[in-house]
């Protein structure tokens, strides 16, 4: 037997597949192994079959069909065929259950089974970015009390709280034989020295995050071999628009003015951390440019004053204690300090939840990690939208949910100027004030092949071999 041994930044809140509290990078590593979607992201983010083998999309973008490989099944043995898929929708999409994968798919009319391995989704209006979500965050499971059941390549076996969770090989995958390792055990490390103390001991296989700081120093002593690729990540500052002192634009100007975000991004990230001037790093594809607004810390201190805190204020703060944010809060709280808007920083406890943290906590600015958005839609829907599931700050504009509308239905070499628009609308507002991007930098013990880190930050283990 052949073990695997994974170390990852955090321990998920849930397991359970197409809910809020799975919604999460610390769980989307783990559904990804044992849940696949019908379609994927490969490592050069284009879209690949996975649970089906094909797909066709009307010419209107209003209807989707899907054929499935034959022979599927789930880690509970029961069939996957056309119904069972059908099956996993409906149950996503009753109104009795609150996911975020409903606004993703709104206006999703029927999901039909038009033959044992064929299944057809059919929109109201135009949906483009439909594939795109189906391989990102959406998971075909079996309605089973204890989940997550699905169809991948590993099965979960145990989930011990605040120790590990183990999975196994299973068998009935479809290309199973592309997998060495037969059983998995996952561990957790938010800390960097935890770590740095796991891969000097030899004790893990793979590692989700490998210390910047660290990594020369360890790869030169033989212990790992660093693996790092782009990744549209992020760090942003999110401002809570609905109440004092960032209900003021001029408050929100007067933050982006008083930080020198060039230069954290080189002390805290070297060159791991990539320029955002808007919500998509400088280098996305999708990117346009825009005009930061200047270091100016004398221009902050009058905003201050002209929006009526000249006196000082005092914020409440929100940020992880995943490194590198609690160095950059540091930098950050200094800088303001200098303004007169002093923070309260409070972090929150790993492992992090974001619907307390970000959407229920008491906070009125908060350093929030975005994880990687594969279209500038869901960013957009996710984070920025008015009611978006992972907009904390509740930032709303009828003019920008407008543009995202028409976006939605618009095929993808047509919508590059809406997009901009959508970008220009949000640096306009400093709806959120972007602190840099961060590359996917993994780690591999010597002796492991085969792997390669995914711009999205899934862990893919299809022909490693140890």
């Known amino acids: 037997m052949t073990t695997l041994r994974l170390l990852f930044n955090h321990e998920h809140t849930s397991l359970a597949p197409n809910t809020y509290e799975a919604d999460s990078s ?178 893990v296989d793979i590692v989700e995050t490998v210390p910047q700081t660290m990594a020369a120093a360890l790869a030169a002593r033989g212990l790992i071999e660093t693996l790092g690729v782009n990744s549209p990540r992020k760090t942003v500052i999110a401002f809570r628009h609905s109440v004092a002192p960032f209900d003021d634009p001029r408050m929100r100007a007067a933050v982006a003015h008083a930080l020198d975000r060039d230069a954290l991004r080189r002390e805290f990230l070297g060159d791991r951390g990539r320029r955002v001037d808007g919500v998509l790093p400088d280098d996305d594809p999708w990117s346009v440019p825009l005009t930061p607004l200047p270091y100016d810390p004398e221009r902050a201190r009058a905003l201050v004053v002209e929006a009526g805190y000249g006196e000082g204020v005092r914020v409440k703060v929100a940020t992880t204690a995943m490194p590198p944010v609690p160095g950059v809060a540091a930098r950050v709280a200094e800088a303001l300090t200098a303004i007169g808007i002093h923070l309260d920083l409070r972090s929150y406890s790993d492992p992090p939840w974001w619907p307390s943290v970000y959407l229920q906590g008491d906070w009125q600015m908060a350093f929030q990690g975005a994880s990687a958005r594969p279209h500038p839609h869901i960013l957009f829907q996710r984070d920025l939208v008015t009611g978006g599931a992972f907009n904390p700050g509740k930032y709303s504009s009828a003019e920008l949910d407008a543009v995202l509308t028409k976006a939605r239905e618009t095929p993808d070499a047509e919508a590059g100027p809406l997009y901009a628009e959508a970008q220009r609308i949000v640096h306009r507002d400093i709806a959120v004030l972007p602190m840099y991007a961060s590359d996917v930098l993994a780690g591999v013990r010597p002796g492991v092949r085969g792997f390669r880190p995914h711009p999205l930050g899934y862990i893919e283990l299809a022909d490693v071999t140890l």
């Open 26 to 203: 610390a769980a989307t590593v783990i559904l990804k192994l044992a849940c696949p979607s019908l379609v994927r992201f490969d490592h050069e983010m284009v879209l690949r079959p996975d649970l089906a083998l094909s797909w066709e999309v009307s010419a209107d973008h209003r209807v989707y069909t899907f054929e499935l490989r034959p022979g599927l099944k789930f880690h509970n043995g029961r069939v996957l065929d056309a119904e069972a898929v059908a099956a996993c929708f409906r149950r996503m999409m009753d109104p009795r259950v609150i996911t975020p994968q409903q606004a993703d798919y709104a206006g999703l009319e029927s999901i039909t089974a038009t033959g044992p391995t064929r299944v057809t989704f059919t929109f109201a209006r135009p949906c483009i970015p439909f594939l795109a979500n189906l391989a990102w965050r959406t998971y075909v499971c079996d309605d089973t009390a204890v989940q997550p059941v699905g169809a991948g390549p590993y099965e979960v076996t145990a989930w011990i709280a605040g120790d590990h969770v183990a999975l196994k090989k299973f068998v009935g995958y479809h290309e199973v034989d592309r997998y060495a390792a037969d059983d998995i055990i996952i561990r957790w490390a938010p800390q960097a020295a935890q770590r740095i103390a796991a891969i000097e001991a030899g004790a």
